[in-house]
Structures are given as structure tokens and as C-alpha cells.
């Protein structure tokens, strides 16, 4: 009798240690866990804190890198839909870092295909096809402001501007072109 | 007999009546004349005004390019000698000989900053230190925002630096979980200086300099 109960004690211990080990771990430390850092992203992604979020998903992808169902945190505790994957692509794609964005899309739906991912992947592909778009206008605009001519490259660099309103270059081609069109049709008058 | 003389007498009328008509034509047309040209006299000196305006704009952005260029900001400056060099190939030769040593100014500032660039290539190149990469792609890029290569040199050392930052991150856990609480600080302030934003760290740096201080007290 006494060696079953000795047995049962033991067993007892043996699986609360195996079910709450990060606990432990966290409570002799102060510190935070892999999933505590993955909800942390969570959170910045709520409200659209990208870059931190960001920041947090890479840590989380140290210690964990498959996007999966269930994955188990500590004890029986489960992330019912883990995936810092598909996060993290869809951080790249709010910060318009669309080639990461694609990267881990793309890990993501290896891995674990989900709806979301997939939704998320064909606006990155958009989004790239409207880079290649602005990118065409961009050098066509060149083009004509090296031919000097200037109505023509403010069109194709407004072109690209409609696409990607941050393209600074495309911008300073259109304060140049027009600096020089206001000269050129001053002394147009004059001839 | 009668009748040829009044004839004669209005063909007479109708003659003296033709060169009073012509006569009055003629000062009607000399006068719109004159006032043609008058208005041409007027729209000619708009003409010279917007002309003097334009070698006026001419004027003002080349000294503008060459103050750019005299305190070294050569990119800008560039901006402003290529609005000059275009603007005065529309001009005429007057002007081309007046500003045409902005295409050797172009030329000088384009020197100085193909160097520049060359620079922070190199540096970037040589140097260990991701930071410092960083830092001297950023000061390339700022100068010609299309370099292909630091652009693409960036993109991989940001990559580094996120591999390693996540090293460092979970090395000084290590270490703060040990009670290590001097090296756990070290390593995440080391981490801090290859990402200054990174929240995380910031936080759990912030929670292990607190901690040493309440030891310390």
C-alpha cells in the first residue's frame, strides 16, 4: 500500500512538473515566455503597432517557427491558431515591405493553409504588380525629362505618383520638370 | 451740248469724290497701323519683361545651386545647376555665355558625390560592425536613394541584425534568468544599439536595471 501511494505521489509530481513547466520557469525568473511575447504581437497588430509587432513575431520564430493548429503553450494550455507567419507578413504588408511580406506568406501557406493567408498573399502580389507598374512609369518619365520633354514626363511621374504616393524621387523629377517648363515658356514669349 | 458737260462735270465729282474716299481709307489704315503697332510695342516689352523675369529665375537659381554647392550640400545643388543648364539651353547664347559654367559645376558636384558614396560603400564594406553598416548604407542612400547595391546591401544586414538581435535577446534572458542581472543589461543594451526601437528589449532592460537597483539599495 504504501509503495502505491509512494508510486501515485510520484506520478502526481512528476506530471504537474511536466504540465506547468514554463510557469515555474517563469515565476523563478520574472519572465516572459515564447507565447507571452506571440499574444504581446498579438496585441500590437490590434492596434497597428507593425514595427513592434514585428520585432516580437521574429523573437517568438527563435524558439517556435511552424505556423499550426493547437499549439500547446504550457500545461494544456493551446494557441488554437499559431501562426507568427502569417503574422509577420501581414506586419510587412501594413509597413509596405512587400517582398517580406511575400516571403513569409509564402512559409506560411506551406505550412498551415488558412484563408487569411491566402486573402493577404494575392494583395502582396497586387501590391508588387502595382511596383513593377509604378517602377515602368517611373523610367518611361525619366525618359522623356532626358529628351526634355517635360509635359510628358510630369504626366508619367504623376502616373507613378498615383501608385506610390511616397516615391520622393518621382516627386523631385516633377519640381524640376515644372522649374524648368516655368523658365522655358518665359522665354517662349520672348522668341 | 448740255448734257456732255453735265456728263462731264459728274465724272469730275465722282473723281474728286474717288480720292476723297482713298484719301480717308488710307489715314484709317495708317491710323490702325499705328496702333498695331503700338500694341506690338506694348506686347514686345511684356516680352522683354517675362524674359527678364526668366534670366532673373535663371540668375537666382544658380546662385542659389553654388551657395548648395559652397557649403557642400552637392545634391542639391546638382538639382539647382540642372534647372539652370536646361533652362539657359532654351535661353540663347547670351545667357549660355553667362552660366556656362554650370555644366562644370554639375560636373564637379557629381564628383563629389560619386566620392562621397564610394565612401560610405567602402566603410560599409569593411566594417564588422552591423550598426555601423547600417549607418553608412543609410548616409549612401541619403545621397542617391537609387543605389541598387546598398539597397540591396541593406536589406541583408537588416536581416542580420534581426537574427541577431533575437540571439542577443534570449542570450541576455539567459543570463537574467541565471541572476546575471550585469551581463543580462550588457547584452540587451548591446542589442538596443543595432535596434534603438525595439520595445521588447526596452522593456526587459528597463525591468533588469530596476532590479539591480533595489539589490544595490
Known sequence: ?191 | MIQFLLLKFINLISIVLFFINFNLFNTEFRVASVVAQHDKKVVSSEKIDEYITAEEEIKETYNKGMELFNSGNYKKAIEMFEIVARGIEEAGPDLKKEYGSVKDYIAKAEEKLGNLIANHLNKAKQSKKLSEIIRELKSALNIDPELTEAKKLLKDTEAKITEEVSKLYFKGVDQYAADKLYEAIKIWKEALELKPDHARIKKDLARAESKLQLLNK
Open chain 1, 1 to 191: 500500500m504504501k509503495f502505491l501511494s509512494s508510486i501515485i505521489i510520484t506520478i502526481i509530481v512528476s506530471i504537474s512538473i511536466s504540465v506547468f513547466p514554463q510557469e515555474i520557469k517563469k515565476e523563478e525568473t520574472g519572465f516572459t515566455t515564447w507565447y507571452e511575447i506571440y499574444y504581446e504581437a498579438e496585441e500590437y497588430i490590434k492596434i497597428g503597432r507593425w514595427q513592434d509587432a514585428i520585432d516580437n513575431l521574429h523573437l517568438v520564430l527563435v524558439k517556435q517557427q511552424k505556423d499550426r493548429r493547437n499549439a500547446r503553450t504550457y500545461g494544456m494550455n493551446f494557441i488554437k491558431e499559431f501562426t507568427p507567419n502569417r503574422n509577420l507578413g501581414i506586419c510587412y504588408y501594413h509597413i509596405s515591405d512587400f517582398e517580406f511580406a511575400r516571403k513569409y506568406l509564402e512559409i506560411h501557406l506551406r505550412q498551415f493553409l488558412t484563408d487569411s493567408g491566402k486573402e493577404y498573399l494575392e494583395k502582396v502580389n497586387i501590391e508588387l504588380e502595382k511596383e513593377v507598374k509604378a517602377n515602368e512609369h517611373f523610367e518611361k518619365g525619366r525618359s522623356y525629362y532626358e529628351k526634355r520633354e517635360y509635359v510628358l514626363s510630369i504626366k508619367e511621374m504623376e502616373e507613378v505618383l498615383k501608385i506610390r504616393p511616397d516615391y520622393n524621387v518621382a516627386k523631385k523629377y516633377i519640381e524640376k520638370a515644372k522649374s524648368i517648363m516655368e523658365i522655358k515658356n518665359k522665354i517662349k514669349i520672348k522668341k
